[in-house]
């Protein structure tokens, strides 16, 4: 049983963008899931999920753009930023990290609330939504479908794949060095690892994604992020999980984002269907300029979007479906 807000802490506070920031600490069994707290005590809960292998500092930028009296909780997830690395042994899957949101929100003692996620955050977030309909109330998804289905056929080879890297790393992470970079080959290395962050960005999101130690700087990412997952669904059981959704749904896409990966007819079919599976309940798809990163790099384009949305949840029924109709076509 978890026990609501036992030995959570908010460690320290600041001032970004004339907005007051505390840093959240939630002990779990492995350590402690740590991230950023903006607005007012009993504020609007929203909670911001970033994407692999970023960290809270994700929304650095945009949470300042949002309404003032929402109370945005911006997580570390496992394994990224200031979060613990989860045991030695255990695989990063997205169960697990809807495991670590329950937990997270149990914390808090927030029974609704509303999601922001990022790719592989807005997948975290459609997962959760789906386990616990009641407990969300409306979900944007940046850069994201939700869901990320895998071709059946190729299920057995990446589980075979995933097993065998844990293996490999186990053998092997006693032999390896924590590798230190000067600042500067950090960003670089950064950099060229997410084509789509800008430079600004990219120091934004170092802050938390490195240490300071004697001669540069370490990431603190866990390596084993970088895994092949091992925990995969297909078509179907996306469609059943997003059709178990209650939560209004936005899917902000950028221009020059995920969406290009998807180059082959099949993984565009699957798009097709998670996308139509939204708007078919009522939700709304809008495609902004920018990239993956666009909420972190240019905030401005999206920041009012997703505004008008998350309060239109808060009117009469006809006037949000007025809201996402005129939204859709932006």
Known sequence: MI????????????????????????????????????????????????????????????????????????????GHGLSSHRPEGVFYTFPSYMSDVRRVVEALQWKHFSIIGHSMGGNIAGLFSAVYPEMVESVVLLDSFGFLPTDMKEMPGLLRKGIEEMIQFEKKKDEKKEKIYTYEKAVERLMAANPSLSEQSTHILLERG???????????RDFRINLTNIVRIGIEQSLEMQSRIQARVLAVLAEDGFQKT?????????????????????????????????????????????????????????????????????
């Open 262 to 330: 998807f180059s082959q007819p099949e993984q565009q079919k699957y798009v097709s269907a998670l996308l139509k599976g939204y708007t078919d309940k009522g939700g709304s798809v809008v495609t902004v300029p920018g990239d993956h990163h666009v909420h972190l790099n240019n905030p401005e384009a999206v920041a009012q979007i997703v505004t008008d949305f998350l309060q239109a949840g808060d009117r009469p029924q006809s006037d949000s479906t007025a809201t996402d109709s005129q939204t859709a076509k932006l």
């Open 3 to 78: 026990k609501p807000l036992t030995g959570l802490k908010h460690l320290s506070t600041a001032v970004a963008m004339k907005q007051a920031v505390s840093e959240l600490c939630v002990p779990v069994p492995w350590g402690q899931m740590r991230g950023r707290v903006w607005g007012p005590d009993h504020g609007r809960p929203v909670l911001c999920l970033h994407g692999w292998a970023d960290n809270c500092g994700s929304f650095n930028t945009l949470i300042p753009l949002l309404p003032k009296e929402w109370r945005c909780v911006a997580l570390d997830l496992a």
């Open 210 to 220: 490195s240490t300071k130690v004697e001669g540069g700087v370490v990431f603190n």
